[in-house]
């Protein structure tokens, strides 16, 4: 998969004075079935979680609070996605390498994921990622 594939999602937004109020439904704002949903918090300042790729899972993640960086890279080029509204996912296809950094104090991290969690979907070395990359092409 390319970084072009990966995009910045618009989720809708009902505007309330009460509170605004957003919403995801499976295979609608997202293109793929929802197997798992996790989330990542309390993420002491400076730190960076994430840094692997996956074989099969598609991923939207949503900062629902506070806000931090994706840094995407697809083995040749990298972007890095600021997100800080809770009305953006991130849609990151398969067989990229993605880190999450900059967290925000009280940030909070929603991953909404294609599969469940399988430790053998993962690559963690990023030479291995490359090396992955480079059969594939
Ligand atoms: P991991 O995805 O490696 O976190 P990060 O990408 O930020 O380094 O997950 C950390 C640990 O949490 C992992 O070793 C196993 C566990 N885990 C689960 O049990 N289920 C899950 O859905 C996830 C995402 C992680």
């Known amino acids: 998969m390319k970084l072009s594939e990966v995009k910045i999602i618009d989720l809708p937004k009902v505007p309330d004075p009460r509170g605004n109020l957003s919403f995801i439904e499976e295979e609608q704002q997202v293109p793929f079935k929802i197997e798992r949903v996790y989330w990542i918090y ?11 790729a996956f074989i099969i899972q598609q991923e939207l993640i949503v900062a629902l609070s506070g806000s931090f960086n994706v840094m995407i890279d697809d083995g040749g080029k990298r972007e890095v996605f600021q997100l800080n509204r809770s009305y ?18 009280n940030s909070l991290a ?15 070395e990023y030479q291995s990622f490359l090396n992955y990359k480079n059969g594939k092409k």
């Not at 309390?42 to 692997?52: A, F, N």
């Not at 953006?88 to 104090?105: C, K, Q, V």
């Not at 469940?116 to 979907?121: A, H, I, N, R, V």
């Open 88 to 105: 953006y996912g991130l849609y990151i296809p398969a067989g990229l390498w993605r880190r999450m950094e900059n967290f925000s104090t």
């Open 110 to 124: 929603v991953v909404l994921s294609s599969t469940k969690y399988d430790e053998s979907d993962y690559i963690r």
């Open 42 to 52: 309390d993420v002491p300042g400076g730190q960076v979680r994430g840094g692997h």
